[in-house]
């Protein structure tokens, strides 16, 4: 995907320019510095170029002065505001299913930055790739997205939640006071990674208004807006398939597949940055389709199915199957 076909959802639009203007910049000048079409703001489901909101990130922080304008907006959580990731997470039956839920459906959040989610011991690591693909992640962008979570996150269990630890890759405010009151936690900034680390134990924690059949309405809109959008370029299309093949072999490293595609690792990473994702994250999206198609199935054991995903352990396809929807491998088929 290039970046002049990368779109984000135009509703985030709508959250920026009204915060700005609740700071005392006027719409039409906001719009004419970013070039932001305003059009787009017609319709609940539009998306818009992420070249023009990236520039609207940035003009927002730089006519209101304010160096904390992302990381605001994010806490000052409403129900406008990325209104089905939040009811995603909000309506489910804990944090760990929503945030399953909203990872199920990234694209349609965000079709451009690659993240990842993995677990690592006692807690839960969420890593924004924002600098290694053709559009940066705005600074103001990805602090937002943080602090949202952390509010989505207090309004779905019903009380103030704390994350572990925040780093950006980006560098530090004139004053980081606000971001260690946001977060709770230690912030890094000009960090190698961005990413925050949440406690497991929060995200096993029931929600205080879980609602199934909203979840099951919203899951269905997400859906259909993820069908929607363009298919992954033709380098994320045969990688697919040469890991279909090796899979079930346990040896689907980057060296072996890139040869298999006859390109070398590093030409192979520069053609996935390129589309807006990464070879873990095709690899992690291959696995997780085809362990919910075999267990559709039902004519696989579970450890069976473990296997033919690449897992050679299956404690740790378990794990990872709980990630990617938030359900066991035998809830899953119970329940299909």
């Not at 919203?218 to 370029?233: D, E, I, V």
Request: with cysteine; net charge negative.
């Amino acid at each position: 995907m290039s970046v002049a076909d990368a779109t984000v959802p135009a509703g985030i639009a709508r959250a920026i320019l009204s915060a700005a203007e609740a700071r005392g910049v006027a719409r039409d000048e906001l719009v004419a510095a970013s070039g932001f079409d305003p059009d787009l703001l017609e319709d609940g489901d539009a998306r818009a170029p992420a070249v023009s909101v990236a520039r609207l990130w940035h003009e927002a922080g730089r006519l209101t002065g304010a160096d904390t304008f992302g990381l605001d907006l994010g806490a000052a959580f409403s129900e406008s505001t990325m209104p089905l990731a939040g009811r995603l997470i909000c309506a489910s039956g804990s944090l760990g299913e929503g945030l399953a839920r909203v990872f199920e459906y990234y694209r349609v959040f965000n079709d451009v930055h690659p993240a990842d989610i993995k677990a690592e011991g006692d807690q839960v690591v969420v890593e924004v790739h924002t600098k290694a693909i053709p559009l940066a992640l705005p600074r103001h962008a990805v602090e937002f997205a943080f602090s949202w979570f952390v509010a989505v996150a207090s309004r779905a269990v019903g009380e103030r939640v704390h994350l572990t630890r925040v780093s950006f890759q980006h560098g530090p405010p004139r004053d980081a006071g606000a971001h260690a009151r946001v977060f709770g936690c230690p912030v890094a900034f000009d960090a190698d990674e961005t990413l925050m680390v949440v406690p497991m134990h929060l995200l096993e924690r029931p929600n205080a208004s879980p609602d199934p059949y909203l979840v099951e309405l919203l899951a269905s809109h997400a859906q259909n807006l993820l069908a929607k959008l363009p298919a992954r370029a033709s380098t994320v299309a045969r990688l697919r398939a040469v890991l279909a093949e090796l899979l079930p072999r346990a040896d689907a490293s980057i060296e072996l597949v890139s040869e298999a595609m006859g390109a070398s690792p590093r030409s192979l990473q520069r053609k996935l940055r390129e589309e807006g994702t990464t070879f873990s994250e095709v690899t992690d999206d291959l696995r997780a389709d085809l362990a919910k198609e075999h267990l559709r199935g039902r004519a696989k054991s579970i450890a069976e199915i473990a296997l033919l995903v690449g897992f050679s352990d299956q404690s740790a396809f378990h794990r990872a199957f709980v990630r990617w929807t938030g359900k066991t491998p035998g809830e899953f088929r119970k329940g299909s």
